[in-house]
């Protein structure tokens, strides 16, 4: 078995109603199209030939922790829309190389997830990939440049986030209709003023600035903390 297979344990079937908590047998290379998709699956543990988890593998599902590990590449869109996550950890690769560079559209949306901290492999944060969530605090990895529209909007309990020098582009309504009080970026306030922040109107609302919580944060520079 290489691949755990779209709609392998899709709620319909009455065992998976029993799944529980789940080992992926090391000969695994990915969890496939909605392969978990609203079964009762409370926990699992991925191995590290898994190299992507794809479309809504473990969406609507009962997780409320994961470890994703050293050797995943790829989170696809809605990966982990609508479970009950509230701990994520997302490992970087130091040994093999190999690590996410990408949260696709949506992965963690809707999800239960408190804190985040997204490593320095990532590059590119896409849109909504975290939105509708509980996320108090986010921290971002030095490597990403973009942060795509909505990725973290929605989010009323947020109120902090810690923002690299690497970013150059903060995309429309990013952290709409959040708490958002604190910014620690990590570079100068030169630095921040040159980072690209879109601050047109969002969907809903075309004369909103969808940026504004961002815009009126309080802003910490050259922030060196974790």
């Known amino acids: 078995l290489r691949n755990v297979a779209y709609y392998e344990f899709l709620k319909p079937k009455a065992e998976n109603n029993l799944l529980g908590e789940l080992v992926i047998s090391d000969l695994v290379t990915s969890i496939g199209e909605s392969a978990f998709q609203d079964s009762k699956l409370t926990g699992i543990i991925i191995p ?7 479309y809504a593998s473990f969406a609507q599902t ?25 701990d994520v950890y997302l490992i970087e690769s130091v040994e093999f190389g190999k690590s996410v ?40 990895g030095s490597s990403v440049t973009t942060i795509e529209n909505y990725a973290f909007s929605y989010n009323s309990f947020l109120t902090s986030v810690v923002i690299p020098k690497s970013v150059t582009s903060i995309g429309n309504s990013v952290f709409y209709n959040t708490s958002l009080t604190d910014v620690y970026y990590r570079g100068t306030e030169i630095e921040w003023n040159n980072i690209s922040i879109d601050v047109s109107g969002n969907a809903t609302d075309s004369n909103i600035n969808g940026n504004s919580s961002l815009i009126n944060a309080n802003k910490h520079f050259n922030y060196t903390g974790e």
Request: cysteine-free.
């Open 48 to 54: 590290d030939s898994v190299t992507s988890l794809e």
């Open 101 to 140: 560079t990408t949260i696709e559209v949506g992965a963690f949306s809707g999800s239960k997830l408190k804190t985040v901290v997204i490593p320095d492999s990532v590059t590119t944060i896409k849109w909504g990939s975290f939105d509708s969530t509980m996320l108090e605090r986010v921290v971002i």
């Open 62 to 86: 009962s997780l409320t922790s994961i470890v994703i590990p050293n050797s995943v590449i790829s989170i696809e869109n809605g990966a982990f829309a609508v479970t009950a996550l509230t």
